[in-house]
């Protein structure tokens, strides 16, 4: 027989002998194997709660931080533009121009027109904007239906650094509006009429005016599908920004032309720039622009409008190389700015541009390419 020292090492050896291990009972045994069946049973339990809380905690902080960001989307954007959450929550941006406008009161008018009113608003970011706030009659409609329609229309299609910016636009009830880019030394109309601001206004500036308008033409009449006829440019529908960059403005009579449809439409435009065939013909086509521009044109260089010149030019042939008398317009000058000595041959150019630019007959106009062309020789 083997002696207790021979087995005492040896694993799983139990007893009640002494040096052994008392053998466990039937009921130790039973409790051990309960336990280990409540730990194969709560240990899943327990990690797929633990895995379920932390997908909610991630859901209810992901919704928590759309929720802050809906109530205060613009928290952290102070002096950006108020116009990237337009389509985000328009209704705030609404509600901005409201207050910011102290709802359209008369104090934030900077110009009233045929079709509205506009007004300068500075928002809640120091974003300053312009708003036209169209007419409304007494049954609270709109006015001119069709021509906050139309300018729409037109704006969202184009992008061109001489035609004014639209950030949005918003149809209501009570109000309706467009909000654009705000342009600091407003139209050439008023600055022509101000002394101080003309003289400012000086003859390089006006010679770029002047070009930036064409670019501006060239590309609405020649870039542009369809082409965009803007039938109203005058001297109050062109505006300066700080750097007197010029910037064609209000498209509410605006007309994109259908090449496969007639365009014939009713009178629309400024007396005094619109072209003469729109006395007898209703047909629009860009040469209509291209009278204009010539007014325009020959308006800033002249600083007033050349109304009582315009007769004489429509007399006589008015094609570039025409024997027109220079030295006699060029006396015309804006009198209150000094006698462009070293640009007199470039302002000469343009004289002789515009005066090609009121040909009578629409088929003998330049187009606004040739006339781009032209002024940059």
């Given at each position: 027989m083997a002696t207790i020292e021979a087995l005492r090492n040896n694993k799983g050896l139990c007893g009640n002998v002494s040096?052994?291990?008392?053998?466990?009972?039937?009921?130790?045994?039973?409790?051990?194997?309960?336990?280990?069946n409540v730990i194969l049973?709560?240990?899943?339990?327990?990690?797929?709660?633990?895995?379920?809380?932390?997908?909610?905690?991630?859901?209810?902080?992901?919704?928590?931080?759309?929720s802050k960001t809906?109530?205060?989307?613009?928290?952290?954007?102070?002096?950006?533009?108020?116009?990237a959450i337009w389509n985000f929550d328009g209704q705030m941006v609404y509600e901005n121009i409201i207050e910011a406008t102290e709802g359209f009161d008369n104090k934030h008018l900077i110009g009233v027109g045929g079709q509205g009113s506009v007004y300068k608003a500075e928002l809640q970011t120091n974003q300053i904007v312009a708003v036209k706030k169209f007419h409304s009659v007494?049954?609270?409609?709109?006015?001119?239906?069709?021509?906050?329609?139309s300018e729409i229309q037109a704006l969202t299609k184009i992008r061109h650094r001489n035609i004014v910016r639209l950030y949005g636009f918003c149809s209501h009830?009570?109000?309706?509006?467009?909000?654009?880019?705000?342009?600091?030394?407003?139209?050439?109309?008023?600055?022509?009429?101000?002394?101080?601001?003309?003289?400012?206004?000086?003859?390089?500036?006006?010679i770029d005016a002047i070009k930036g308008v064409a670019n501006a033409l060239f590309y609405m009449h020649h870039d542009c599908s369809p082409p965009i006829v803007h039938r109203d440019i005058s001297s109050k529908n062109v505006l300066l920004n700080l750097e007197y960059v010029a910037?064609?403005?209000d498209f509410g009579t605006a007309k994109l032309l259908n090449p496969n449809s007639t365009n014939w439409t009713s009178f629309?435009?400024?007396?005094?720039?619109?072209?003469?065939?729109?006395?007898?013909?209703?047909?629009?086509?860009?040469?209509c622009d291209v009278y204009s521009f010539g007014v325009l044109a020959l308006e800033i260089l002249f600083g007033e409008h050349p109304g009582e010149f315009i007769p004489l030019l429509l007399s006589t042939s008015n094609a570039m190389d025409s024997t027109l008398d220079i030295p006699s317009l060029m006396g015309k000058l804006d009198q209150r700015l000094p006698y462009p000595t070293n640009i007199?041959?470039?302002?000469?150019?343009?004289?002789?541009?515009?005066?090609?630019?009121?040909?009578?007959?629409?088929?003998?106009?330049?187009?606004?390419?040739q006339v781009v062309n032209y002024s940059s020789v």
């Open positions: 040096g052994f291990e008392p053998c466990p009972t039937s009921r130790d045994k039973s409790q051990n194997h309960n336990n280990n049973v709560l240990l899943p339990t327990s990690l797929g709660i633990f895995m379920l809380a932390l997908f909610v905690f991630g859901v209810s902080y992901h919704l928590c931080r759309r809906k109530e205060h989307p613009n928290a952290e954007s102070s002096g950006q533009n108020l116009f007494q049954n609270g409609e709109m006015s001119s239906v069709k021509a906050f329609k009830s009570r109000f309706s509006f467009l909000v654009y880019e705000f342009l600091e030394k407003g139209s050439i109309d008023n600055i022509l009429k101000d002394d101080e601001q003309a003289i400012a206004f000086n003859w390089n500036k006006r910037h064609v403005s629309v435009g400024t007396f005094g720039y619109a072209a003469p065939e729109l006395a007898y013909t209703m047909d629009v086509n860009e040469k007199a041959k470039e302002i000469a150019l343009i004289i002789r541009i515009a005066n090609a630019c009121l040909t009578e007959s629409p088929s003998s106009r330049p187009t606004m390419e």
